[in-house]
């Protein structure tokens, strides 16, 4: 027995509305729902919800680094261009990125408001098939040149 797939990610934030922009604006989720100041339900179009919101208050302590618990949450795109734009428009926003690549997969990190860590990437399988365990840093110019056809 297993179950069907993962349903959601449910986020704890500090900032209701700084999170609701991040979401929306930086990830092009769609609000479904909103529960006063206490909690959005967002989708990427399939589900009533892919990421729930829930307002935990101002005074919450951010994430600690090195303490167990969720380390980051991923959405995946299609191409190296989607990654490529994705860079751009984070880059003009001045959000931090941190962008790896596994072999496997190009990712970049950022966090939203509340220091959540969330990952951008795209799957890179069709060339290599198996993460051996390394990752290097991948250059902004190796992204960027994806965007250089428009």
Do not use: C, Q
């Not at 909690?39 to 179009?45: A, D, H, N, P, V």
């Not at 829930?54 to 969720?70: D, H, I, Q, R």
């Not at 840093?137 to 250089?148: D, R, V």
Request: charged share 25%; hydrophobic share 35%; net charge positive.
């Amino acid at each position: 027995m297993k179950p069907n797939h993962l349903g959601h990610v449910h986020i704890k934030v500090n900032d209701l509305n700084k999170a609701e922009k991040f979401y929306t604006n930086m990830l092009g989720l769609e609000i479904t729902e909103k529960v006063g100041n206490e909690f959005i339900f967002l989708s990427l179009g399939k589900h009533h919800h892919d990421v729930a919101l829930m307002n935990v208050g101002k005074n919450a302590p951010y994430p600690k680094e090195f303490s167990t618990g969720l380390f980051h949450f991923a959405f995946e795109v299609k191409s190296m261009k989607e990654f490529a734009k994705f860079y751009k428009k984070f880059k003009l926003h001045k959000l931090p990125i941190t962008t790896v690549d596994y072999g496997i997969s190009k990712a970049m990190y950022t966090r939203d408001p509340s220091h959540n860590v969330v990952e951008i990437y795209v799957d890179t399988r069709n060339k290599v098939k198996h993460w051996k365990g390394h990752t290097k840093l991948l250059a902004e110019e190796a992204i960027l040149e994806y965007l250089k056809e428009e």
